[in-house]
């Protein structure tokens, strides 16, 4: 974001009013795959923080990946050059699965540089990262015998990003009901 890039600043912050923050993530991740499955995304007209739908290709579904309690861990850098502005969007993923399902998981996982993470806050909003440019696996840990007892604790990082993580608002006549169509976007258990 350069000079030409820059915006106004246009309102009061407060926390007065505002719904209380609450730490944490839910337990499901959902990811796509932003180039093999086509994925497009609508944002709201006036505000183009908020996602309102997502558009796959034919047949396409999210995936649910499943952590425990904490383990899904997101958070947003800010990395300021002379010539660029990056907000790095990062997510740590703990697995506890290591079946031989999993393990083949993860090796496609981590040949994927466009991957797309919606995630669910304690507080009841949803965010989605890799948005703009996509994230990758870009650190794996598999210690037996660690804490995690063997779980794959995976990083997945979107270096690239320029924004915030966006948040996810699906509304139908009035009514936001983004958790439903959420769902509707992931594939079947196999």
């Known amino acids: 974001m350069g000079v030409c ?42 505000n183009t923080t908020i996602l309102t739908a997502i558009a796959m290709g034919t047949s396409q579904k999210l995936f649910a990946y499943e952590g425990k309690n904490y383990s899904n861990d997101p958070s947003v850098g800010f990395n300021r050059t002379d010539f660029d502005l990056t907000l790095p969007q990062t997510m740590v993923i703990v697995l506890f699965s290591n079946s031989p399902a999993t393990k083949l998981e993860m090796e496609a996982l981590f040949t994927r540089k466009d991957l797309v993470l919606i995630y669910e806050r304690v507080s009841g909003d949803f965010e989605a990262m890799g948005v703009g440019a996509g994230m990758q696996v870009t650190n794996f840990v598999y210690r037996p015998n660690d804490d995690n007892k063997g779980a794959f604790v995976v990083t997945l990082t979107g270096a690239d990003e320029v924004d915030l993580p966006k948040t996810v608002r699906h509304v139908t006549s009035g009514t936001d009901d983004t958790r439903v169509y959420l769902a509707g976007l992931v594939a079947a258990d196999a």
């Not at 991740?29 to 932003?34: F, S």
């Open 5 to 46: 890039d820059a915006k106004k600043i246009k309102q009061n912050l407060k926390r007065c009013g505002q719904k209380a923050l609450a730490k944490g993530v839910n337990e499901l991740i959902y990811i796509g795959m932003r180039d093999e499955q086509s994925i497009a995304f609508t944002f709201d007209s006036t």
